[in-house]
């Protein structure tokens, strides 16, 4: 009963060995790799898959039949190698050669050898093993071979500072130009800090962008101030990004474009803008300057030319008296000695005021070229005020007008030149009457510290707010609708040039229909 019940097992084992077999037929039929078992010398086969034929170009038979028919397709270079490789398969070592043989088809192809002896009783008896054809693997990797060192050679030809940091940010490899671009060579730079190479203004920002780099994990960019071997500041504008070994970072890898001279350019470039909007401004302000300086001339020439018209006026006035009074005299044999008298005193009176006018225009060209010299002398305000106070108390009597005065006992003493003050003096009066028509002229006189200050006010017609600034000015003349008042506009412009020459002070404060006041100090003689 036992033995009948283990036949159908073992059939059942049979059968699933000879499936097994089929299976390891079919694989080995069609695999591409050559499976075999040789003598250990490797000179002959004993068992060898068709695999034969599509690699070395010659059926199973042939290879079992004829000895070292597979060494006789050995490349003459690798002979030496194979020889020695189943020389120590011969040893009872196993082991992988890769060589090149030419099949029979004439085609140069790259193999892996591997072998595995078998050993009995201490000696090898065969040797098993697979043969693979590699030529494809090969030329791939010859070609990434030359696509490496045509990588690495665009990248030591190139400007750019490229790099590879690990991950505490050593530099572990540099290219050549860019390191010397930092005035050194990539071995110095290899195993040190990032941050050995920047200026210390420029590490926060560095570690900052690092930090972007780390969280981001795409390109950032960023600017570098390196600091150079021999000290020099150099600016790279750099894009990098991690490096990620089973998603940690593993390092950095970067590039850098040297941007010192486009940052230089563009610091001058700012520069030049400023300069040329400072310029632009300059010659904005010259351009006013002219504008002003034109109008300055076009006032002043219609000044002179108005000046001109009045000074002809003023001429001419004085001139037609003298010299139809002389006609008179002269035409009139007769005249009586009473009326000729009263004409020839017109005619004097006529010819000093004349002589006077004359005289103003040569003293404001005199001061105004510097040529004028004051004679100065000491004397007191009271000798020259007084004959003026009683010419002008005549004079405003005349005219319907209250002259008073405002004088103190006590002697006040200048040192000044007492023909020039006079001057002053009577053009001052002179304008308060003339644009007073009615009221009161008033002249006050004070003694202060170390200054006589004198005051001339008046009840007259005044002064607009807007010609006030101007009324020292050469020919300047107050223009009033209606009316014309004769005058060269000089002579409130000699007061001020005189009173200046000695080192005094003027001022005119006015108002419309309500009179003007004119203020004039000057220095007291010092007496000890």
Known sequence: MKQSKNKPEIKEFVKTQQVQEGYLANTIKYLDAIIFSSVPDGSSFYFITPAIEKIAGIKPEEAVEKKYVLMKMVAPEDFAAVRHF?????????????????NRRGEKLFIRHSIFPIVENGTVIRVDGIIYDITKEKQ???????????????????????FVLDKNGNFISVNVNGALNLEYNPVEMRGKHFLNFIEDSNKQAIAKSFREILRVNSVVTFESFFKSKYDKTIIFEVNARAILENGKVDGLIGIGRNVTTKRFDQEKMKDLNNKLIEANRLISIERDRAKQKISILEELNRLKNEFVSNISHE????????????????????????LRDEFNQIILTEAKRLATLINDVLDISKIEEGKIDLVKSEFTFNEIIAPLIEEYRRKSREKGIIFTCEIPEQQIFLFA?????????????????????????????QSMYRECEIIVTDTGIGIPKKDIPFLFQKFYR?????????????GLAFVKQI??????????NSEEEKGSTIVIKLPTARRE
């Open 86 to 102: 189943f020389s120590e398969a011969k040893d009872g070592k196993a082991g992988t050669l890769e060589y090149r043989i030419k």
């Open 315 to 338: 001429l001419r006035t004085p001139l037609a008296s003298i010299i139809g009074f002389a006609e008179t005299i002269d035409s009139d044999r007769s005249m009586p000695t009473e």
């Open 499 to 508: 009173i200046d020459l000695h080192k005094g002070f003027v001022t005119i």
């Open 140 to 162: 791939n990797e010859e070609q990434l071979k030359k696509t490496d060192e045509k990588l690495r050679n665009l990248i030591e030809a190139a400007d750019d500072l490229i």
């Open 417 to 445: 030149d007492k023909s020039r003050i006079i001057q002053v003096l009577d053009n001052v009066l002179s304008n308060a009457l003339k644009f007073t028509t009615q009221g009161r002229i008033t002249l006050i006189v």
């Open 478 to 490: 107050v223009s009033r609708a209606g009316s014309e008042i004769p005058g060269t506009g000089l």
